[in-house]
């Protein structure tokens, strides 16, 4: 039994479950160290608060499996059989009252497995509780985290480059895509969103057609990952010289971006930073283009927990790793955002992301 299963253990004690149950997702690959993809096949480790632990594993899933080294008891299934009688079996050898799930994870359909095998089975959401446990990171996660950023700033810094005007976002978004990979990424973190012009108004937007223009911001949010962990940055450069209120809104966030850096140590909470981001934000002439919170936790999830809004009170602890990204949006106009990985420590923090803030023009 993986040693790393030894606090999923301890919570489920905790929470008075009598087990813990994982899917394919991040905290089922901290847990075993090992990567498994999610599917239409019900994958399920069920870690017991005292005893043996179980799982429910798709057939052609055992080779890879053995590779965990797991030495509780596994109930496969395959395709031509369906997976009732996995589940069946399961209830049978561990009987549960109460089991604690990722309620942002599992799927509708295990769930109900897990009822029909087992209909007084009390299932409980600990989604919060149980990705918690990944809020503190280790030295070699902080260390696959640079790795990953570090990889996808020299992306960017090759990109801007080679940027023209008149080329398409979509252009730009394939050249960072082959940058990515040149410089080492296992995958993306996510799609990445490159646009501009008055596309960069829109947070989530994704890259077209539109041909960039003199004076366009240009805004990047990307990220690469790397052994399991995910960058994510944003930059907001300009391609020709910007306009003087373009100038004024860009140090505008970037004051508001650094504003929430000073902020942060550990012991603050994430309604602390978002409050004093937002506050520069709002005592600016732009304070009807705040859209979105200041950021989010980053780790094996692009969006993973602490969330740094206001009326969130959680006590951020050292080793906590969050996105510092104040923007502001002029929908059908332009949009800037900064967007820094920063890990909190006892005195103050440390930004994983060293790419150049200053306002930056590039193009011609």
């Known amino acids: 039994m993986p040693n790393s299963l030894t606090e999923y253990r301890q919570l489920a004690k905790t929470l008075a479950v009598d087990a813990l149950a994982l899917v394919p997702g991040p905290n089922f690959t901290r847990a075993l160290g090992h990567t498994f993809m999610s599917h239409e096949r019900p994958f399920v480790l069920i870690i017991a608060a005292d005893g043996p632990s179980a799982a429910i594993v798709p057939n052609l899933e055992l080779s890879s499996w053995d590779l965990v080294g797991f030495d509780g008891e596994v109930f496969d299934w395959r395709d031509q059989d369906g997976y009732a009688d996995a589940f069946a079996a399961l209830a049978q050898h561990m ?18 497995a897990l009822k029909k095998a087992q209909p007084e089975l009390e299932i409980i959401d600990a989604e919060v509780e149980i990705s918690g446990l990944r809020m503190v990171k280790t030295d070699a996660d902080v260390a696959a985290l640079e790795a990953a950023i570090a990889l996808s700033e020299r992306a960017l810094h090759r990109v801007l480059d080679g940027v ?43 890259a077209g057609d539109y041909k960039v223009q003199k004076g366009d911001p240009l805004l990047f949010d990307f990220g690469g990952r790397k052994d399991g962990f995910a960058a994510d940055i944003t930059r907001t450069v300009f391609v020709g010289e910007p306009s003087d209120e373009a100038r004024d809104v860009y140090n505008t966030v970037l004051a508001a971006n650094l504003a929430g850096l000073k902020m942060t140590r550990a012991g603050v909470t994430a309604h602390d930073i978002d409050d004093v981001v937002t506050g520069v934000l709002e005592a600016s002439p732009y304070a009807d283009r705040i859209r979105t919170k200041t950021g989010h936790g980053l780790g094996r999830d692009v969006h993973e927990a602490p969330y740094i ?56």
């Open 164 to 206: 023209r005007v008149g080329q398409t976002e979509k252009e730009i978004e394939s050249a960072l895509i082959q940058a990515l990979f040149s410089e080492g990424a296992d995958g993306m973190a996510f799609s990445p969103i490159v646009v501009a012009g008055p596309n960069s108004a829109m947070p989530h937007a994704h």
């Open 309 to 364: 809004m206001r009326g969130n009170h959680q006590v951020l602890p050292a080793g906590t790793v969050y996105t510092n990204e104040p923007g502001l949006y002029d929908v059908g106009n332009f949009g800037v955002r900064i967007e820094d990985d920063v890990l909190i420590t006892e005195t103050g923090y440390r930004s994983l992301t060293q790419f150049p803030k200053d306002l930056m023009i590039v193009g011609r």
């Open 95 to 112: 009987p549960m009252q109460r089991l604690a799930v990722e309620g942002q994870v599992m799927r509708v359909f295990v769930h109900h």
